[in-house]
């Protein structure tokens, strides 16, 4: 059975694909130390999340 070859113009394809592009990491300042970490994560140094003590401090 016959298929046609180019049913999605490239042109149409690489405008579908405009969305999939990673953005850039988001950094915050944290309140106490002042060093720049990621939202939603564990602090490793300090072993804290949203206040409270999850981990034991990072012994360096």
Do not use: C, F, W
Not at 8 to 13: A, K
Not at 21 to 50: C, F, M, Q, S, W
Request: hydrophobic share 25%.
């Amino acid at each position: 059975m016959a298929v046609p070859k180019r049913k999605v113009s490239p042109s149409r394809r690489n405008m579908r694909r405009a969305h999939d592009a990673l953005g850039t990491n988001a950094y915050v300042e944290d309140k106490d130390t002042g060093e720049l970490k990621r939202p939603h994560h564990i602090d490793l140094k300090t072993g804290t999340y949203r206040g409270r003590q999850v981990l034991t401090p990072k012994d360096e």
